[in-house]
């Protein structure tokens, strides 16, 4: 099959492409390296630095995409402290690129196209666990935006007849995740300040409890949206692991000093409810955070 992956520099969509190439696909990569980073490119895909938000770009897209089988859209700014310092940067990245690029497969008969959401569309809320039917309640930009895209790949698969599903992502962790700057998550930033051998960093009391999701599990998540039959309208589903923990026993796990700083704004707990992704992509994760953190500091010499 030959497959385009937006953002295929970056965290998840590196992995991505490592895995489609492994099976021998025709992989091509579309990324801006706003955020993705040379040292991810895979050496047997095919890079086209392109912004995908700049409508001068359209004919550069389509040709990219010509006889693509799926387009695995993970291009996006991502995480929400920057989006509330950033709003209209994000919204042009985040909104702009999605409706181009399923415009763009429309045009030249993309078959499906798998979307990276996010569970930040659930917002503050105090029903756990998280299921697809629940309210959406963004409470930042790139919330909003992610949630948004939902709304685009539905709205296409109804009026334009191409395949889409949304897949909300729960806190992605794992190999290439930034350990620094303004796209690093939380197990990035203290695995970053435990190399450097800095306090760990807190933000609020720390009880604040969060749905880790290991970024291989993620992976083949994309790879069975994009192949099964029971999806194709426009669903939304979950990927998460079913379980949380709170930021203190990350801490904890991790190891070293820890330091508490002002809350942030950001919902207080999240958790998936991972039943539909069981049903229709007969998808379960297989990697929990604590064993993969035991791993890392193990392989990496860390105490």
């Not at 490592?18 to 955020?35: A, M, T």
């Not at 995480?79 to 709003?87: D, E, G, K, T, Y």
């Not at 197990?187 to 960093?201: D, R």
Request: aromatic fraction near 8%; hydrophobic fraction near 35%.
């Amino acid at each position: 099959m030959k497959y385009v992956v937006t953002g295929g520099a970056g965290f998840i969509g590196s992995n991505l492409v490592d895995k489609l190439v492994s099976q021998s696909h025709e992989v091509h990569v579309i990324d801006n390296f706003i955020s993705g980073k040379k040292e991810n490119c895979n050496k047997d895909a095919k890079y086209h630095e392109i912004d995908i938000a700049d409508e001068a770009n359209i004919g550069i897209i389509e040709n990219v995409l010509d006889k693509c089988d799926t387009v695995f859209h993970c291009a996006a700014l991502a995480r929400v402290q920057p989006s509330i310092l950033n709003p209209i940067k994000y919204e042009l990245n985040n909104t702009i690129g999605i409706m181009n690029m399923l415009k763009c497969s429309v045009d030249m008969g993309v078959r499906r196209l798998v979307y990276s959401a996010s569970s930040s569309a659930y917002g503050s809320t105090k029903k756990l666990p998280s299921k697809e039917s629940d309210k959406p309640n963004p409470i930042s930009p790139y919330a909003n935006q992610k949630y948004y895209g939902e709304l685009c790949c539905r709205m296409f698969s109804k009026v334009y007849n191409i395949e889409t599903v949304s897949l909300r992502y729960f806190n992605v962790f794992g190999e290439r995740q930034n350990l620094g700057g303004a796209y690093a998550t939380v197990v990035g930033i203290f695995l970053n300040q435990l190399i450097n051998k800095n306090p760990l960093t807190v933000n609020g009391d720390g009880n604040q409890r969060r749905d880790f999701t290991y970024v291989g599990d993620v992976v083949r998540a994309n790879i069975r949206a994009a192949k099964s039959k029971n999806v194709g309208k426009g669903e939304v589903i979950n990927i998460g692991n079913g379980e949380n923990i709170s930021i203190n026993e990350l801490a904890e796990n991790i190891g070293g000093e820890v330091v508490f700083n002002e809350p942030l704004n950001e919902p207080f707990a999240n958790l998936s409810d991972i039943k539909k992704a069981k049903k229709l992509l007969g998808w379960a994760p297989t990697t929990d955070l604590i064993s993969w953190i035991k791993n890392y500091k193990k392989n990496k010499g860390l105490k």
